[in-house]
């Protein structure tokens, strides 16, 4: 977990609030990302980033916004939380398109 | 979806043992890539292997890809109990970094 930390690494909210989860690296990588990690789901790609100010949708983006203004931080925002985001989020970094290096994550419950 | 399926879904050995974990994909892909995560934490990666590759080794590990069958295996031998995790394969499928990740196999080794 060297060089990425979550904040929060808990967290209850209730549903309709919003929600920012904030992934920091002291590494300079150049991509992000941000996973969601349900039982009997493994591990989804929310949505991912390859550059600064540059985002893009991964396979279950609905309800949820990204937003990378400088290299080290990657934000991930719930506009509305519901109970179907309870989950683990992990974020994950890469200085290449090859192995990411993941964060401890967070946990997120919506009442 | 594009997901891979792991098998087992669990599986429990004796320490000194041999562990094999299969993973299965549906779509040409740039490489495959092995990590673990034990309980609590964040996903680490152990290998990768391209798809002109067949085999790979690392320490304990060996991988191997069949592209034929959509296909890879994970060995862990000699297995320890501080091996005792879930392992994930991920595919790469060429989309910029983008993985896909097999709902995993949980490896309990016990001593």
């Known amino acids: 977990d060297a060089g990425i930390t979550q904040s929060p690494r808990h967290k209850v909210t209730e549903t309709g609030t919003p929600v920012t989860l904030r992934c920091h690296q002291t590494e300079n990588h150049r991509y992000m990302y941000w996973y969601r990690q349900d039982p009997g789901h493994g591990l989804r790609l929310i949505h991912y980033?390859?550059?600064?100010?540059?985002?893009d949708k991964g396979e279950v983006s609905d309800g949820y916004s990204v937003s990378r203004s400088k290299t080290e931080d990657f934000l991930l925002t719930l506009e509305s939380a519901t109970s179907s985001q309870t989950s683990v989020y992990f974020c994950?970094?890469?200085?290449?398109?090859?192995?990411?290096?993941f964060g401890p994550g967070t946990r997120l419950t919506v009442t | 979806s594009q997901q891979g399926e792991e098998d087992p879904q669990a599986l429990s050995i004796q320490e000194g043992e041999n562990a094999t974990m299969n993973c299965s994909y549906k779509t040409s892909i740039n490489n495959l890539q092995w990590y673990r995560q034990n309980s609590g934490r964040g996903l680490v990666h152990l290998i990768l292997?391209?798809?002109?590759?067949r085999e790979k080794h690392s320490g304990r590990l060996r991988v191997t890809l069949d592209t034929s069958k959509k296909s890879s295996s994970l060995l862990i031998t000699a297995s320890r109990a501080a091996d005792t995790a879930s392992y994930f394969c991920a595919t790469d499928y060429n989309q910029g970094g983008k993985l896909i990740f097999g709902q995993g196999t949980e490896l309990s080794v016990k001593p």
């Open positions: 980033s390859y550059g600064v100010k540059d985002t």
């Open positions: 292997i391209r798809s002109n590759e």
């Open positions: 994950a970094i890469s200085d290449t398109v090859y192995e990411q290096y």
